[in-house]
């Protein structure tokens, strides 16, 4: 199992239902791939370098989880079909728990 990190920029205009809603439904997903979710961190909502689909504003999400590759690939075509997610980026933070890559 790796450990991998996803960074998710979300739209300023969802509220706080649908945002669990989305992060809910990724939830899903990692489970289903037989993944397990470590840690959801909030970073809220931030002012953005530069406007993002005309939005200057933008909700921060991190997800860590373990996983097998093939599990990123998933979330990632998940998180393409999403309405309310902008932008994200998935980086591989190790490839057994405990270890730095």
């Known amino acids: 199992m790796r450990k991998f990190e996803t960074l998710l920029l979300l739209s300023p205009e969802l509220s706080a239902e649908n945002r669990e809603g989305i992060?809910?439904?990724?939830?899903?997903?990692?489970?289903?791939?037989?993944?397990?979710?470590?840690?959801?961190?909030?970073w809220g909502m931030r002012d953005l370098a530069y406007p993002v689909r005309k939005q200057m504003r933008g909700y921060y999400v991190r997800l860590v989880y373990n996983g097998p590759a093939a599990l990123v690939a998933e979330l990632e075509r998940n998180i393409r079909i999403t309405d309310g997610?902008?932008?994200?980026?998935?980086?591989?933070?190790?490839?057994e728990a405990g270890e730095v890559a």
Do not use: P, Q, W
Request: glycine share 10%; no cysteine.
């Open 23 to 42: 992060l809910a439904a990724l939830g899903g997903v990692i489970e289903r791939e037989k993944g397990v979710m470590e840690e959801v961190d909030h």
């Open 85 to 95: 997610i902008f932008k994200f980026v998935t980086v591989k933070l190790a490839d």
